[in-house]
Structures are given as C-alpha cells and as structure tokens.
C-alpha cells in the first residue's frame, strides 16, 4: 500500500454504536474532494466500500467504471489498478484496491469499525479472509455464472452449495454472537454484507438461516445503511445522509 496522506476525517454530530471509537488511530472529518472511488453498481465489493463510506458519514466522489465495456482494462485504468478490477480508492495521492484492503485502510484512517484491540483486528482479517473464500466467492460466482456467465447448471450448483455451507457457518456463529467480531459491527461485517444482500440473483434463499437473517437485520437499521440497488449509476458526489462525532483538530 502506498504512503498515507491526509487523515480521512468523518462528519461530526451523531452518537451512537456506529459512531463509536474502535480503538485505532483515525482522525474525524473527511472531506469529499479528496476520497475518490471508481466503481460499478453491480459490483458487491464496490457495495462494501460504499456502505463503509455512508456508515461513518463520508462524502466522496463516485467514479463510474464500465467494466462490462472493458474499461477497467484501458490503459489509464489499468495505470491505476494493475489488477484491472473496482473498486479502487483514491486519498490524496495514494491508491488502494482491492475491496477488503480498501475496508482496512478507510477504518485505520478514521479509526472506526476496524476492531477495538488487537486481538478483534485479528479476528477481523480472519473473518474477512474466511470471507472472501467461501461466503462471498459462493454467493458472487452463482450470481455471475446465473445471469451474465451462463455457467452450466452442475457448477451454479456447485457455488451455492459452497454458499449455504458458509450461511451454515455463520449461523451458528450468530447464534449467540451479536456481530461476526465484538460486541460492535465492524469490517468484518461489512465485508461479509458485500453480497449477501444479493442472495437472490444468485438463485439462494436465506430464509433458513434465522441468526444470519437477523444479523441482516441489525445491520440493515444502523444509521447510513443501504441497500446495493442504491449504488450510483453513473459519476456522482455522494455526500453523507448521517453525521458522526469527530475528534477535534489537532
């Protein structure tokens, strides 16, 4: 990751548990023109991105990439994100990618959601690992393979199965667990809901999973939430729906 700049800061005015310090170093206010992230709306880990942004009351400017138009692979793109993929943050002059990277470093900066000590930051990357390998590769390769892959039936099959078992996993994790990490939701949340509100264009149901389902619940009341179908469309400002308390300046 390349060197920080200016530290992200958060709006001020709110209280409450999506407001509070995580124990890490972090400034308050951030200010929009600085915070740059290209993306796509059909993408989950732009999602997660974007509902860290909206979480801590961060306005920032969406940069809409057409990657089924290829150009997350033009030559421009491709200067900023060798990986050719969204999202991709820009602060000031450093570049990060890759969408749980982008979750650690926004939640370092503004020292929210990333684990109150060193052992939930731990347990964090853990969650966000175990992620990414089985909840989200699940649910996201069904998607994919359903409606723009056209995969054959035995391997959408194949990535929902790989999909329900980690719904299992977490269900039984939720059962006396409020949040996957902590008494506080955190990253690891936020990364595990890139597309489990996606579920269904993936041919999935999570009816059955009643400690997940409510998990979704709560996530789904805290102040900023909202839903992929809300992801910008094209290139946008977004500024924050909710304020939060700030550190004072230095």
Known sequence: MARRDRPLRCSSHHHGPAGKSSGQTGAGRMSGPDVVLHGHFESG?????TLLLALTGT???YRHVDIFAGETRDDNFTALNTFQEVPVLEHGGTVVTQSDVILRYLADQLGRFGGKNEDEQRRVQEWMAWS???LINGISQARF???WANYDPATITFFQNRARAAFDLMDRHLADHPWLVGDEPTIADLSAAGYIY?????????TAWRNMLSWMGRLSVLPGWHH?????QKNAIVAPTVTFDAPADD
């Not at 880990?45 to 991105?49: E, G």
């Not at 996606?198 to 999570?206: C, F, M, Q, S, Y």
């Open 45 to 49: 880990n732009v999602y997660k991105v």
């Open 59 to 61: 306005a920032y400017d």
């Open 132 to 134: 990414s390998n089985k």
């Open 145 to 147: 393979g359903s409606r």
């Open 198 to 206: 996606l579920v269904n264009e993936a041919g999935l149901d999570t």
């Open 228 to 232: 992929p179908d809300k992801l910008p």
